[in-house]
């Protein structure tokens, strides 16, 4: 839904899990369907997502939550407030 009204002109990366079972069958059975893939997957997304300086993001997610709390503490301290962040929770866009 969001993509489909992000503005043109926008460049949209999306990155975590790929395998449609793991998100079905829940974290535990994901990982071993995976062999851990997914966990990795994710990992490497949280760190990626440390070198952004807009962040799309919906608060009402646990992760997008994460993100946005190392963004404010971390990414931003380092580079003086320097980010942004777009919620894209129902009803903010």
Do not use: H
């Not at 489909?4 to 079905?24: L, R």
């Not at 993001?57 to 503490?73: G, M, P």
């Amino acid at each position: 839904e969001f993509k489909a009204q992000m503005p043109p002109n926008w460049t949209v990366y999306v990155s975590g899990p790929t395998t449609a079972n793991a998100k079905t069958t829940g974290p535990g059975k994901g990982a071993v369907q995976t062999e851990g893939q997914d966990g990795l997957d994710s990992l490497a997304a949280l760190l990626i997502s440390l070198e952004a300086d807009k962040y799309v993001l919906t608060t009402e997610s646990n992760w997008s939550r994460l993100i946005n709390e190392l963004r404010k503490n971390v990414v931003d301290r380092r580079c003086g407030d320097c980010t942004v962040m777009f919620d894209v929770r129902p009803g903010e866009w």
